[in-house]
């Protein structure tokens, strides 16, 4: 069964334009996750859905990040306008919960550059 | 709050050598599950373990094995006879009540040589 897939793997992009991450989680799995992982503030949490609803988001920095899931094998974060600061990678992680936290797997990743 | 600590930040061990990765953790909730996750060079994360706080028992996956404590709140990693391949970023990650969310340690960066 194919993991969890995100598109692109690499992105290069200038200061001021608009990036779009996309994630497929693993078929069946009910929990998506986007994780930012930085030097300085190592793997942290930005936002995760719950049956395509999102139901915290109070890890994502600032407006110019917005996340959606349209549907139950797809969803996309996205920066506008993109700054140097969100130079990342970015990791979306799907799991299925049965009654507790389930193991989390992650998908391969996305490195952001903004210059 | 939730937290999880790995005070070290770089190991490096002759290959063969066993190494054990420290982590802590403080969380207020009394069901919790710990995990850990392995970062190869390549870059992707790779689920190791994970335990609930109802399960003491020590485990062993061939050269892996891990300890938990919850009297010392610790849940520590060890690699016995380590090789080159193992080499890598192992994070440890707390995920309380239920709802799901991940909280990483910083991770140790083990590098072990030939």
């Known amino acids: 069964d194919a993991g969890v897939i995100q598109s692109p793997r690499h992105e290069v992009t200038e200061m001021g334009q608009e990036v779009t991450l996309r994630c497929k989680p693993i078929?069946?799995?009910?929990?998506l996750f986007w994780y930012r992982q930085t030097m300085m503030r190592g793997l942290e949490l930005l936002i995760y859905?719950?049956?395509?609803?999102?139901?915290?988001d109070s890890g994502m920095p600032e407006d110019r990040f917005s996340a959606k899931m349209p549907n139950a094998s797809f969803s996309t974060l996205k920066i506008q306008p993109s700054e140097p600061r969100d130079s990342a990678v970015y990791f979306c992680?799907?799991?299925?919960?049965?009654?507790?936290?389930?193991?989390?797997?992650f998908g391969p990743g996305t490195r952001l550059l903004v210059l | 709050a939730q937290k999880v600590t790995q005070a070290q930040t770089e190991i490096s061990v002759v290959e063969k050598e066993d190494v054990t990765l420290d982590c802590v953790y403080e969380t207020r909730d009394t069901t919790y599950y710990l995990f850990w996750y392995k970062q190869p060079p390549s870059g992707e994360l790779v689920f190791l373990i994970r335990?609930?706080?109802?399960?003491?028992q020590n485990e062993i996956s061939g050269r892996y094995s891990w300890n938990f404590q919850k009297s010392t709140s610790s849940f520590n990693f060890t690699i016995t006879a380590s090789q080159v391949v193992d080499s890598a970023v192992y994070f440890c990650?707390?995920?309380?009540?239920?709802?799901?969310?991940?909280?990483f340690g910083q991770g140790t960066t083990l590098q072990v040589k030939p």
């Open positions: 859905f719950n049956n395509n609803v999102p139901i915290d």
């Open positions: 078929s069946g799995h009910d929990y």
């Open positions: 992680a799907s799991t299925v919960a049965y009654g507790g936290p389930e193991t989390q797997y």
């Open positions: 990650a707390l995920s309380g009540g239920n709802t799901g969310k991940l909280i």
């Open positions: 335990r609930n706080s109802f399960d003491e």
